[in-house]
Every structure is written in C-alpha cells, then in structure tokens.
C-alpha cells in the first residue's frame, strides 16, 4: 500500500475500527480520580496546631502523612464503572498516615455514584462509530460517507467523556461535602480538602478518538494516485509469406 493510500481512505478504512476498539479497551482504565489537595490540607493543619498546639513529632508526621497522599487517587473510577454504576477502587493508604492509629475504612458501595448518562451516551458513540467503520470494511458504505459519520460519532464521544469529566466532578465534590456534613473544616470547605482528576484512561481515550477524527477527515482530502493504465499497442501484422518460384 502506497503512502498515500495508508493516509487516505484504504487507510483509514482499515485501521478505524482497531482505534474504537483499542478505545474500548481503555474504559478498563482510570477515567476519574479522587486525590488530597496537598496544599490546602497542609495549610489547614498548620491552621489546627497553631491554634490546639501540637508537639513536633505530630507536626512531622502529619507532614509526612501529606506529603505522601499528595498525587495519590484515594478513590479510583474506571469508564466502565462511570458508565454503569459500578463501586470504584479504594486506593492504598501510605504507612505513614497509619501510625496513629489508622485512618476510617472506606465502604465502596457507599462511593458509588451511579450510572453517568454523558458516560453512557459516549461509550454508545464509540460502538456506533465501530459499527461505520466495520460497515466501510465490509464495503457497505460509500467511502466518503463511511469517513463522514465516523468522524461525527468519533468527534461526538470525545466531547461527551470531556462532559462526563466535568459532570463526574461535580458529583464527586457534592458527595463529599453531602457526606462530611458539619464535620467538615470550618473556614475552607470540605471539598477543597480534595482534588477530582482525569484518569490515564480518559487521556488515552480522548487521544484515541482525536487521532480518529483526524485519519478519517483526512481521507476525505487525501486522494491515493492511481494504477497508471497501460495500453495496449496496436497488434502486429501477420507475417507476409512470398509466393513460391
């Protein structure tokens, strides 16, 4: 296959629907984490043992205990369980925040946050957009209409996962401020004690379906050169036999 066909429409045609697989495959991953927002935890300790007193072995251990949560997902939610509901995974806790006895056990159940309809519809994108590119495979669409819609149902799952992320944050946040009640900090909310981030999973997805729309827009614009097509010459005379003497 020439360069410019793996660049046009033979290109995408074939290689559309491993890149919806492959996104697929990656709702298996992290889509939604919950973190500590170091900075403000650290900010309202310091806050806390100016005000109660602390010793400094308990200063540096909580330091440390901060320290050590920061970047790491307390709570872990994959695209499928965004998806359909699913109890998320429970991150572990470093050995230095349990030396003063250990930290409350997280229930998952009680951190499901239920099915998430941008998640949903996304996902169902995806297997339509799997359903087009198969179709051109199959060579049951016209190719400029195959590119079309797969880029439309590409374009339209990316923007409904970046929705979703934006969704699923605000839940989060409202979860965790529904479950601290008046328990929480009095100056800062209790939600600004945590931090709600993208998952690897939804990175590789949204770059997934980035490089689809791409390949398949780019068919449209791309023509492979054709099979120059040989002639036949005109076909040679018979031979002349001479007449006998």
């Given at each position: ?211 689809a729309v791409l390949y398949n827009l ?28």
């Amino acid at each position: 296959m020439s360069p410019a066909a793996l660049a046009g429409e033979p290109g995408a045609r074939r290689v559309s629907p491993l890149l919806f697989l492959l996104v697929i495959l990656s709702f298996f991953l992290v889509f939604a984490g919950v973190s500590c927002n170091a900075a403000t935890i650290r900010s309202t300790i310091g806050s806390v043992e100016a005000s109660q007193g602390a010793s400094a072995a308990q200063s540096a251990q909580a330091s440390a205990c901060v320290d050590a949560l920061g970047g790491t997902n307390v709570l872990a939610y994959s695209g499928w369980q965004l998806a359909f509901g699913g109890n998320p995974a429970i991150g572990s806790v470093p050995a230095v925040c349990t030396q003063s006895g250990g930290l409350p056990t997280l229930d998952t159940s009680s951190e499901n946050i239920g099915p998430q309809l941008p998640a949903i519809l996304g996902l169902i994108s995806v297997f339509l957009a799997l359903v087009v590119a198969s179709s051109g495979v199959l060579g049951l669409l016209a190719a400029r209409t195959r590119a079309l819609i797969t880029a439309g149902f590409a374009a339209a799952a990316g923007a409904l996962l970046i929705v979703d992320q934006l969704h699923v944050r605000d839940v989060l946040l409202a979860k965790i401020s529904s479950s601290a009640g008046s328990s929480g900090p009095g100056v800062l909310g209790i939600t600004a004690l945590f931090n709600v981030n993208p998952g690897v999973g939804l990175v590789v997805a949204l770059a997934i379906l980035a490089l689809a729309v791409l390949y398949n827009l780019a068919a449209l614009i791309v023509t492979p050169a054709s099979e120059p097509v040989l002639t036949p010459g005109p076909p040679h005379p018979p031979p002349t036999l001479s007449p006998p003497p």
